[in-house]
């Protein structure tokens, strides 16, 4: 049984930065692609970042880019997101995920219970 347990949420100010983390359990965690979502009220849940199984290959949504940095410590079962200059738009409940395929553009089989993000303007 794959869990995935995030952390690292909670209330900002906008300009400000947070570090989101994520251990995985239950399975090889070094082999598998790993993402970031989120979803925000009323909307549909979005592809933030996600990273190939050597951290190598990263893949941002447009509305990040040059904000948010994906990384992945194997060794500890972890991957992060690390989200500078925040807005009020980056309010959203962040779910990490866990591909069965090591390619970041794969479909996510598990996910987590998601940690809310409030950025205050």
């Known amino acids: 049984q794959v869990q995935l347990v995030e952390s690292g949420g909670g209330l900002v100010q906008a300009g400000g930065s947070l570090r989101l983390s994520c251990a995985a359990s239950g399975r090889t965690f070094s082999n598998y692609a790993m993402g970031w979502f989120r979803q925000a009220p009323g909307k549909e849940r979005e592809r933030v970042s996600t990273i190939n199984w050597s951290g190598v290959s990263t893949y941002y949504a447009d509305s990040v880019k040059g904000r948010f940095t994906i990384s992945r410590n194997n060794a500890k079962n972890t991957v992060y997101l690390q989200m500078n200059s925040l807005k009020p738009e980056d309010t959203a409940v962040y779910f990490c995920?866990?591909?069965?395929?090591?390619?970041?553009?794969?479909?996510?089989?598990?996910w987590g219970q998601g940690t809310q993000v409030t950025v205050s303007s």
């Open positions: 995920a866990a591909s069965v395929y090591s390619g970041i553009n794969t479909p996510f089989k598990y």
